[in-house]
């Protein structure tokens, strides 16, 4: 879907209003002094004549005047004032509105129209959206199984529709940014086009899901029992799951190193903390409903069913990771002679040869026999070292590298989701062009962009700081995005929704 952007009346244009509204004025009171001079004429008294002289009146006797004599003709009378009043009068005004014209326009004093962003205030601001989109989309999805657990399909279309709808303009947004970040355009104008096209798109996904959220609402919150005794079912089948997760774990450390162990644990560690914040808030949520107290027992649902979101994500991987290595393992003989081959090849026909590939292959055998090793890891290394070779990427060779491209963005996209609380924009972007490299498909430079994902994540994660295990889970659940902090006990829970309401669920 192609965003709309807001064509609406600029922020300044109330200051253009302004100015012609004193112009009116400024004419009105002009006009209206030129129109009173006639008026007020009419109303000045006449001067007083001495009456006729008829022919049988007696001769007047000289006395002294009683009262003033009449003025003199060269004496200036109330009419000769008006019209010098009038003029000076709006000759004044005209000089005080040229005066405040000059200063608006003056250095020193600010202009109401906002000054345009700095290239740095832009990178900012798209940086910011990108994240807040992207974390927007992760929360409505998750929230979406435990509506559907209480409705039909039907009835949860509109909601999916939204969702696929902002995940259509995030995604384009991440590739504008992705472009922007490998310097295209050059043009500065391009480029500032670019940020407000990725700030607008981020918006719009934003809006179409800001505009289903309180539909979402009434159908999910009408009472909490039922949402609540979903949660609490779904909780406790996660519970059993992540036991298994645990001797999943150490049963992975022995087979292939404690490299792939101590990832595998870690994944644990996080899903048992996500589900004791679960098990809080959903102890919680209960004594709310039992007290009738339905909007606190909803916001700690809420919470709950983000914690068990997460719970789900780590668990899972661990599943899908135990079996990709697996594969990785059955297929890391045959990837070995497939690559020998393709060297053989390259050489009889006087291909150069990366220098380094003869010795990449002997490491990897060497560890085939050494003991427990990491046969993704193995792969990784066989299909980076002949990527630009011909046939590199035919047969088993681009079985492997399609193998550990997969197993990559999985554990890159499972990381974002469960730290969104810290991870910023790079790692995000650097994810999408991996998912959408992969679906080219370029196997080989969608794993090095999805391991690169990963490595900015994890360095965001280490520049924000990973939080000491607290009895309640509440630091864990701030670090993956499951409250909003600002508050005390963590902030609000997030929910279906854009920006505009991500915060509507505020604690007590």
């Given at each position: ?8 009346r ?9 100015v012609?509204v004193?112009?009116?004025?400024v ?50 009378s ?24 000059r ?25 910011a ?25 039907r ?10 709808t902002?995940?259509?303009?995030l995604?384009?947004a ?9 310097g295209?355009p050059?043009?500065p ?8 096209g ?7 996904a ?24 979903v949660?609490e ?5 996660l519970?059993a799951?992540a ?7 150490s049963?992975?450390r022995?087979?292939y190193?404690p490299?792939v162990?101590?990832r595998?644990a ?6 048992m903390?996500?589900?004791v914040?679960?098990?809080s808030r959903?102890n ?18 809420r919470?709950?069913?983000?914690a ?8 899972a ?6 079996r990709?290595?697996?594969e ?7 990837a ?5 081959a393709v060297?053989?090849?390259a ?8 220098s380094?590939a ?13 003991g ?20 590199a ?12 491209a997969r197993?990559e963005a ?5 990381f ?18 991996a ?11 969608a ?5 690169r994902?990963?490595e900015?994540?994890?360095r965001?994660?280490?520049?924000h ?9 509440v630091?864990g659940a ?6 909003l902090?600002?508050e005390?006990d ?19």
């Open positions: 879907m192609t965003s709309s952007l807001v064509r609406g600029p922020r300044h244009a109330t200051a253009h209003i302004r012609r004193a112009h009116a004025l004419g009105a009171v002009a006009g209206a002094g030129w129109l009173a001079i006639p008026v007020l004429a009419a109303q000045e008294p006449a001067t007083a004549s001495p009456p006729p002289r008829t022919a049988h009146a007696a001769p007047s006797v000289p006395s002294a005047p009683s009262t003033p004599s009449a003025p003199r003709d060269d004496e200036p109330a009419v000769d004032l008006i019209l010098p009043v009038a003029v000076l009068g709006t000759a004044g005004l005209l000089a005080a509105y040229s005066y405040v014209r200063a608006r326009r003056s250095p020193g004093v600010v202009s109401p129209a906002p000054a345009a962003p700095t290239p740095a205030e832009s990178d900012r601001q798209a940086r959206a990108l994240v807040q989109a992207d974390d927007s989309v992760r929360a409505s999805e998750e929230e979406l199984p435990f509506a559907a657990a209480l409705t039909d399909e009835t949860l279309a509109p909601f999916r529709r939204a969702i696929q902002a995940r259509a303009e995604s384009a991440f590739a504008l940014w992705h472009r922007y970040e490998e295209e050059q043009d104008g391009d480029r500032r086009q670019a940020l407000a990725i700030i607008g798109r981020c918006a719009e934003g809006r179409v899901l800001d505009a289903r959220a309180g539909e979402l609402d009434r159908l999910r919150w009408a009472e909490a029992g039922p949402a609540l005794g949660a079912g779904t909780f406790r089948r519970a799951r036991a298994g997760a645990r001797a999943t774990a049963l992975l022995e087979r190193g490299s162990g101590a595998v870690g994944r644990v560690e996080e899903a903390d996500r589900l914040f679960a098990t959903l919680e949520a209960r004594r709310a409903a039992d007290l009738g107290e339905d909007g606190r027992a909803v916001r700690r649902l919470a709950a069913e983000g068990i979101a997460q719970a789900g994500i780590l668990v991987g661990v599943d899908d990771m135990a990709r290595l697996r990785a393992a059955a297929l890391v003989p045959a070995l002679t497939g690559a020998e060297l053989a090849a050489r009889d026909a006087g291909t150069p040869v990366p380094a003869d010795d990449t292959l002997a490491a990897v055998r060497e560890e085939l026999t050494a427990p090793y990491d046969p993704l890891a193995a792969l990784r290394r066989v299909t980076r070292a002949l990527a630009r070779l011909p046939g990427r035919t047969g088993v060779l681009d079985t492997a590298a399609g193998l550990v197993a999985g554990e890159a996209e499972d974002v989701a469960v730290h969104r609380g810290a991870v910023g924009a790079d790692a995000r972007s650097l994810l999408a062009a998912v959408r490299t992969l679906g080219a498909p370029h196997a080989v430079e794993a090095v962009l999805a391991r994902a990963l900015s994540a994890e965001d994660v280490r520049a700081g990973v939080p000491e295990t607290d009895a309640e889970g630091a701030v670090l993956g995005g499951v409250l902090t600002g005390p963590g902030g609000p829970p997030v929910a279906f929704g854009g920006p505009g309401t991500r915060r509507r669920f505020r604690t007590d």
